[in-house]
């Protein structure tokens, strides 16, 4: 029988699945429930070590032996810290040590209880890896501990830390199978020939494969995860994933309903966005993404047809509906009217609408999401291009980084399209928001600023719109104009009717939209 902690029997069914079959285990309370699970599962050998400083050495003896990952687990407290001497020579090995740590829980470290000192990260940089398990109480919480565990365990060069707060009582062993854990596995390094055949094979022989870039460019996947969300039929059994982030929540949910999902990317991390990630290689997603798409012509696939006809139905959709002056409208306009110059986005609603709109790739901080530094970004850029640099920014993302425009460098070439509705317009959209009395003035920071004042202190052309007929005139002046310095066009709308148009815009893709 195993034990009753979750987090313990997760790491337990993990060391297994990738290949640990050593373990040497020291004293303690707190890691009995750990040390208990090692012993009883057939596929680990138990080695017991009093002193923590010889039991780290020990590890580190046969982890040289086999030429490969070692375990060696501690209670809580100094225990830890008695494995450093052995963790740092095996970092500079390159030996695969996993080190496991039992845990206070967290609410009571430094709190004059016993045994207890801050576990997470005492290793310092002589591991590759340092994670500290949830103990689970939910869903989410079980698959981060899963893809944490995954994690340090997928390391096969270095030293790994893999804490495990434990809560009282400790000494429950009433679960008679370890879970069946979802395993991770890593393809490293330059993606040889073989392997890169292998996964567009894999793709092609799949009954429902997809494949999902993301950042740069993400057009009318929200749309479609808003109308396939309840249909089976369009849920893939494979995602393939590249490229950076997905800005559609919509969609995210949906793909979470996938069996299972490969990720490329260039450093080998386990971005698991839809929870399912079962495999990671690192090698360039656009090559591989490119041999897909050529293989596709190739061969076309029902699947990947299905969606690429479901996606050309909503674009016609979205050609059909004319959206009434507002935040919308003008990215239409922009978008009918920009050519292939490049265009950077603010964050929250400038970037939604480009995903409507767009018909190419775009840029916009995206990494972490936050305002900041959208205008900036888009100017630095602006200093090393030869061609117009186009800036499409919500009021609040500009305000907040007006001194991008404070700056002696600035060409003409840099051309700034504001959206001002006078809020942060995306709170609007938020379900329950509306029910609370700070949204307006606190959450959305309301406000009634131009930036005339600002354009004329910086020597940027100004002008303004407040209707349709301006907005596009305006789009014009702003693209088609020479000018020795930045241009910008600051278009009022109404917080409300951009949210009604918007609402409106997709009441319009689901009515009567064929299956």
């Given at each position: 029988?195993?034990?009753d902690k979750e987090?313990?029997?997760?790491l ?9 079959r050593?373990?040497?285990?020291c004293?303690?309370s707190?890691n ?5 699970n ?6 680990i050998?138990c080695?017991?070590?009093t ?16 030429n490969?990952?070692?375990a060696?687990c ?8 008695n ?12 030996r695969p ?21 801050p576990q997470?990260?005492?290793l ?9 398990l ?5 869903e ?7 893809r944490?565990?995954n994690?340090?365990l997928?390391?096969h060069s270095?030293?790994v ?6 809560s009282e009582?400790?000494?429950?062993f009433s ?5 069946k854990?979802?395993?991770i596995?890593?393809?490293?390094a ?5 392997v890169l ?13 997809l494949?999902m870039?993301g950042?740069?460019w993400?057009p009318l996947?929200?749309e479609?995860?808003?109308?396939v ?5 369009y849920v893939?059994?494979?995602?393939l ?11 995210k949910?949906?793909?979470r309903?996938?069996?299972e999902?490969w990720?490329v ?5 386990v971005?698991?966005?839809f929870?399912?990630?079962s495999r990671?290689f690192?090698?360039n997603?656009?090559?591989v993404?490119?041999?897909v798409?050529?293989m596709?012509e ?9 969606w ?9 959709k ?5 959206p009434?002056y507002?935040e919308?409208a ?8 920009v050519?292939?110059?490049?265009v ?9 609408l480009?995903n409507?709109?767009?018909r190419h790739p775009?840029w916009c ?6 305002i900041e530094?959208?205008l900036?970004?888009a100017?630095?850029f602006?200093?090393?291009?030869d061609?117009l640099v186009?800036?499409?920014?919500g009021?609040l ?9 404070w700056?002696q460098n600035l060409?003409?070439n ?6 001002n509705n006078g809020r942060g317009g995306?709170?609007?959209m938020?379900?329950?928001l ?8 606190m ?6 600023t131009?930036?005339e004042g ?6 940027v ?5 407040a ?14 104009t020479e000018s020795?310095?930045?241009l ?5 709308t109404d917080?409300a ?8 815009y997709?009441r319009?893709l689901?009515?009567n939209?064929?299956s």
């Open positions: 029988m195993y034990s987090n313990v029997n997760i337990t069914s993990l060391l297994v699945a990738h290949g640990v050593h373990a040497v285990v004293p303690g707190r009995a429930p750990i040390v208990h090692l012993n009883e599962c057939p596929d050998q080695f017991p070590v002193d923590e400083r010889s039991a780290g050495f020990y590890a580190l003896g046969m982890s040289q032996a086999v490969g990952p070692v060696v501690v209670t809580s407290g100094t225990a830890l810290l494995l450093a001497p052995a963790v740092a020579e095996a970092f500079y090995q390159h040590l996993v080190v496991i740590s039992a845990d206070r829980p967290p609410q009571w470290i430094d709190q004059l209880d016993g045994q207890t000192l997470p990260d005492a310092g940089r002589f591991v590759k890896r340092a994670v500290s949830p103990e689970p109480h939910d989410e919480s079980r698959w981060y501990g899963n944490l565990v994690e340090a997928m390391e270095a030293p830390h893999i804490n495990v707060p434990i009582p400790l000494f429950g679960v008679d199978a370890l879970p854990e979802r395993v596995t890593l393809t490293p330059d993606m040889p020939p073989h055949s292998h996964i567009v094979r894999m793709f092609m022989q799949s009954k429902r494969p494949l870039a950042q740069p993400n996947l929200d479609a995860a808003l109308l969300a309840d249909d089976e039929r893939p059994d494979l995602v994933y590249t490229g950076g982030s997905i800005v559609s929540k919509r969609l949910r949906f793909l309903k996938a069996r999902t990720v990317n260039a450093t080998g991390a971005t698991d966005t929870q399912n990630v990671v690192v090698g997603g656009e090559v993404a490119d041999q798409r050529f596709l190739q061969q076309p696939h029902p699947f990947v047809g299905q690429n006809e479901l996606l050309a139905r909503i674009s016609r979205v050609e059909d509906y004319r009434a507002s919308m003008v990215v239409k306009c922009f978008e009918e009217t050519g292939a110059i490049p950077h986005y603010g964050n929250s609603s400038a970037i939604r480009a409507i709109y767009s775009v901080n995206r990494g972490v999401n936050g530094g959208s900036s970004t100017a630095g602006s200093l090393l291009s061609d186009a800036c499409v920014i009021d993302s500009f305000f907040y980084d007006q001194n991008a425009l700056n060409r003409g840099l051309r700034i399209l504001l959206l995306i709170f609007n938020l379900p329950g509306e029910r609370s009395a700070a949204r307006d003035r959450v959305a920071a309301a406000h009634q131009s930036a600002i354009c004329q202190q910086n020597s052309g100004y002008r303004k719109a209707d349709s007929e301006e907005m596009r005139q305006g789009i014009s002046w702003l693209l088609q020795s310095r930045p910008l066009l600051e278009v009022f917080a009717e951009d949210e009604r148009v918007m609402r409106d997709y319009s689901s009515l939209f064929p």
